[in-house]
């Protein structure tokens, strides 16, 4: 069993950066692959970045490419989103979502993942 935690959401001007933190909790935690998805009022939740066990393999939306980075200190049991130039459209509540990596393919849907956290508020402000 897998708990997350995020933490680090907020509200920032365009431009500017965040960075998200998921504390996780639970046997094994790096045999997990780890994603995060947002979902903005009226949209349906939407991937972000995911990354494999051992962070040899990512993923990105192509809205995020360039701009966000996703990372985990498997030591320390965290995952870390970092957002750089942020835009009015990233605003959303943003969910950290860990699954068993099955070290095939890196789950990039919402239906793949099993554990998810309570999410946390991002606002950019124009």
């Known amino acids: 069993q897998v708990q997350l935690v995020e933490s680090g959401g907020g509200l920032v001007q365009a431009g500017g950066s965040l960075r998200l933190d998921c504390a996780a909790s639970g046997y094994s935690f790096s045999s997990y692959a780890v994603g995060w998805f947002r979902q903005a009022p009226g949209k349906e939740r939407e991937f972000v970045a995911a990354?494999?066990?051992?962070?040899?393999?990512?993923d990105y939306a192509d809205s995020v490419k360039g701009r966000f980075t996703i990372s985990r200190d498997n030591a320390k049991n965290a995952v870390y989103l970092q957002m750089n130039s942020l835009k009015p459209e990233d605003t959303a509540v943003y969910y950290c979502?860990?699954?068993?990596?099955?070290?095939?393919?890196?789950?990039?849907?919402?239906?793949?993942?099993?554990?998810w956290g309570q999410g946390t508020q991002v606002t950019v402000s124009s």
């Open positions: 979502a860990a699954v068993r990596d099955d070290r095939i393919t890196l789950p990039i849907t919402a239906r793949r993942y099993g554990y």
């Open positions: 990354l494999s066990w051992s962070s040899s393999n990512a």
